[in-house]
């Protein structure tokens, strides 16, 4: 996962964006289960130690001044 962007990142509510939270079912592809992963103050991200072939389901927050929005959409990438 290189841009967080292509997750559709929510809404800022008129306030800077200070981090990105970054969700994923990485420790378990079989599961659906999310937990966080990373947190990260721009909004790219690369991902390691994926397994080629394994389908993984990502989703993001963002963070700032006014709070936690609601996380994206989760959108399902096949590792290469």
């Known amino acids: 996962?290189?841009?967080?962007?292509?997750?559709?990142?929510?809404?800022?509510?008129g306030a800077d964006i200070t981090d990105y939270v970054v969700?994923?079912?990485?420790?378990?592809?079989?599961?659906s289960?999310?937990?966080?992963i990373a947190t990260v103050q721009t909004p790219s991200?690369?991902?390691t130690g994926l397994i080629g072939g394994q389908?993984?389901?990502?989703?993001v927050e963002a963070?700032?001044?006014k709070g936690t929005?609601?996380?994206?959409?989760?959108?399902?990438?096949l590792a290469a």
């Open 63 to 65: 963070k700032n001044i």
């Open 33 to 36: 289960n999310l937990l966080e």
């Open 69 to 77: 929005s609601y996380r994206s959409i989760s959108k399902t990438i």
């Open 1 to 13: 996962l290189n841009k967080l962007g292509s997750l559709g990142i929510p809404d800022n509510n």
């Open 55 to 59: 389908n993984y389901i990502f989703e």
């Open 23 to 31: 969700w994923s079912n990485k420790a378990d592809p079989d599961s």
């Open 45 to 47: 991200y690369i991902m």
